[in-house]
């Protein structure tokens, strides 16, 4: 069973930066893909960025130059630094590990 924890939400104003940890336990794989998702109210969740084993990256591109996604320890642990961050990057963000593992969430709020 695998578990992902994801921690570092927060409240922060317009223009702050946060910087969200998960930590992948358990039985399993370096070899899949990590990514965070995020989900806003009354919205679909979406991909904010992936990480491949390889390390080769991709962010959508809202986030594109203010987001970085990082991964080490092993590969189990996935990082997303968060810069420049706007009232539209509120949501509950997720961690996922392939193939279909998800994290229990974690509320990130940008406002003045």
């Known amino acids: 069973q695998v578990q992902l924890v994801e921690s570092g939400g927060g409240l922060v104003q317009p223009g702050g930066s946060l910087r969200l940890s998960c930590v992948a336990s358990?039985?399993?794989?370096?070899?899949?893909?990590m990514a965070w998702y995020r989900q806003a109210p009354g919205k679909q969740r979406e991909l904010v960025a992936s990480?491949?084993?390889?390390?080769?990256?991709n962010y959508a591109d809202s986030v594109k130059g203010r987001f970085s996604i990082s991964r080490e320890g092993r590969k189990t642990t996935v990082f997303l630094q968060m810069n420049s961050l706007k009232p539209e990057d509120t949501a509950v963000y997720y961690c996922?590990?392939?193939?279909?593992?998800w994290g229990q969430g974690t509320q990130v709020t940008v406002s003045s």
């Open positions: 990480i491949t084993s390889g390390g080769a990256t």
């Open positions: 996922y590990k392939g193939p279909s593992y």
């Open positions: 358990g039985s399993s794989s370096s070899f899949f893909s």
